[in-house]
């Protein structure tokens, strides 16, 4: 399919393309360091897609950034997506092992078609081509996982999991004429179980751990680099605390041109986001354990639930304000003190 016949929204933006629409969804949420990455650059993205693809792009133009705009969709929000030719990748970044990411990317491609198809297509005769989805994990979390794994969405079927059969009366037989040995021959039942799973979506999960998925890597210099300083800030975090281990790694890897520019156009940014992400576990456990005191203390399940979403609406409001202004480390001391935190929420108005 050319890039041409790509089913997009009416509309055109200054580049002569077609807008796509964006999903109606909530706009407040924190990023990560590789979203900052690689959120504003054709260039790394490109770099990224040709390593994964094997193909090898030169013309930033070619590709078309349709990641989630500063949205999140069931509270998450996807980090990196974008057509190019006739496919359309999706692209996670994972610290933590997910066995759920089939299902995570399944919302996230249904919103993504939503927003190039325009919806009164749907229901007519002709068929609406499609972009051809990919999906790619990228893990780098401290627990041991194979160098690559694909995931799928049928894993988590409950007859799957259970080694139950779909039961459908087996007496019932498609309508109309059936030609015997075809894929449509037999039962209902037959077809049906013979064609499972009639829904699925494969995940393929990287490792870009040290020494796994070195060649990938290789022709990925952005991603390297990238763990060339997740790989420092692990290192010194058990010397030093947080804070202080994340400006080193920030410093060094500027002095030794590893993500040179990129780390000093966005240095306070990457410090605040880099703390909250290493420290993430402890801050939220903070925040639950503060909330189920608020819930005991009222006394009321209506009670709990407010305490908890407001609690947790305010802090991260205030994480927000404490990037904007370059103010990393008070994010995780605004968690362990109390005092300091109330006195945040009033001075920021929270």
Do not use: W
């Amino acid at each position: 399919m050319k890039k041409s016949d790509m089913p997009v929204n009416k509309g055109q933006d200054t580049a002569g393309k077609k807008e796509r629409k964006q999903p109606l969804v909530v706009d407040e949420y924190k990023d990560t360091v590789f979203r900052i990455l690689y959120r504003d650059d054709k260039g790394r993205q490109l770099e990224l897609y040709n390593s994964v693809s094997g193909k090898n792009y030169t013309n930033a133009d070619d590709l078309q950034v349709v990641t989630l705009k500063h949205a999140i969709y069931m509270g998450m929000k996807n980090d990196l997506a974008f057509l190019i030719s006739d496919e359309l990748h999706l692209y996670e970044h994972q610290s933590t092992i997910n066995p759920n990411m089939p299902l995570r990317l399944l919302h996230y491609i249904s919103k993504e078609y939503e927003g190039l198809v325009e919806s009164h297509r749907l229901y007519g005769r002709t068929p609406i081509e499609l972009p051809e989805p990919y999906f790619v994990v990228f893990y780098n979390g401290t627990d041991q996982f194979p160098e690559r794994k694909i995931l799928r969405l049928s894993e988590l079927f409950r007859a799957e999991r259970e080694g139950r059969i779909v039961s459908m009366d087996p007496e019932e037989t498609v309508g109309g004429e059936v030609e015997a040995g075809s894929e449509n021959s037999g039962t209902v039942n037959e077809i049906l179980n013979r064609e499972r799973p009639l829904l699925e979506l494969k995940v393929l999960v990287l490792n870009i751990n040290p020494g796994k998925n070195d060649t990938f890597l290789g022709q990925c210099s952005t991603l390297r680099e990238y763990m060339e300083y997740v790989a420092r800030v692990r290192k010194y975090r058990g010397d030093m605390e947080l804070g202080e281990a994340v400006s080193r790694a920030v410093d060094e890897c500027i002095e030794e041109g590893i993500l040179e520019d990129f780390l000093r156009k966005n240095k306070a940014e990457v410090v605040a986001m880099s703390i909250f992400e290493y420290d993430e576990k402890k801050v939220m456990d903070y925040i639950r354990m503060e909330e189920r005191e608020e819930g005991r203390k009222e006394g009321r399940r209506e009670g709990r639930k407010e305490g908890r979403g407001e609690e947790a609406r305010k802090y991260n409001r205030l994480i927000i304000c404490l990037n904007n202004e370059g103010k990393g480390e008070m994010i995780v001391e605004a968690a362990r003190d109390d005092e300091l935190r109330e006195k945040l929420f009033e001075e920021y108005g929270l």
